[in-house]
Antibody, heavy 121, light 103 residues
Framework: EVQLVEVGGGFVQPGGSLRLSCAASGFNFDDYAMNWVRQAPGKGLEWVAGITWNGGTIDYADSVKGRFTISRDSAKNSVFLQMDSLKPEDTAFYYC??????????????WGPGTLVIVSS | DIQMTQSPSSLSASVGDRVTITCRASESDGSWLAWYQQKPGKAPKLLIYQASILESGVPSRFSGSGSGTEFTLTISSLQPDDFATYYCQQYNIFGQGTKVEIK
């Protein structure tokens, strides 16, 4: 059974940093692209970042480019999101999502339960 | 940048009703479209990809159609478990969502 579990959310002041982790199991992690998608409370879905199976291609939403960094570690079957220079508008539930392909095909067939990030003074 | 527009933004329907949700893309790109269902407090669930292919385990009352810039998600006979918010997605862009509520 595919499982994705995010950790690392919490409360942070504007300008601060957080590092989210997503532990994957139940599938061959090295074969699939992974993504982060966020959802502000009561709002819609916003794709944040994606990384292909081997880390060869990485992409970001314009809203986080230059502030967030996605990475993956095949030894730990994990994908990470380093979030720096956080802004109040980054407040959201952050979901880890597995792609259906190794490349970026944007078909997210499994999602974690999400972790909440609150940016406030 | 591609923009995805869903309509309606919300609807009220009864159990057994046929429900159709439309998603329009600002640019045409074949059949590269997915639909998700999200219930309150839960992560989204993939229902349909490539516009019309049903994800494994999804009930057959769900169907998708369309290509180019206009796509539809149809629920042939609404069930109590289907009251949720539905999102379309083309590449890394999501529509704003359609909330399906009980009438």
């Amino acid at each position: 059974e595919v499982q994705l579990v995010e950790v690392g959310g919490g409360f942070v002041q504007p300008g601060g940093s957080l590092r989210l982790s997503c532990a994957a199991s139940g599938f061959n992690f090295d074969d699939y692209a992974m993504n982060w998608v966020r959802q502000a409370p009561g709002k819609g879905l916003e794709w944040v970042a994606g990384i292909t199976w081997n880390g060869g291609t990485i992409d970001y939403a314009d809203s986080v480019k230059g502030r967030f960094t996605i990475s993956r570690d095949s030894a730990k079957n994990s994908v990470f999101l380093q979030m720096d220079s956080l802004k109040p508008e980054d407040t959201a539930f952050y979901y880890c999502a597995k792609d259906r392909c190794g490349g970026a095909c944007y078909r997210f067939d499994h999602w974690g339960p999400g972790t909440l990030v609150i940016v406030s003074s | 940048d591609i923009q995805m527009t869903q309509s309606p933004s919300s609807l009220s329907a009864s159990v057994g009703d046929r429900v159709t949700i439309t998603c329009r893309a600002s640019e045409s790109d074949g059949s590269w479209l997915a639909w998700y269902q999200q219930k309150p407090g839960k992560a989204p669930k993939l229902l349909i990809y490539q516009a019309s292919i049903l994800e494994s385990g999804v009930p057959s009352r769900f169907s998708g159609s369309g290509s180019g810039t206009e796509f539809t998600l149809t629920i042939s006979s609404l069930q109590p478990d289907d009251f949720a918010t539905y999102y379309c997605q083309q590449y890394n862009i999501f529509g704003q969502g359609t909330k399906v509520e009980i009438k």
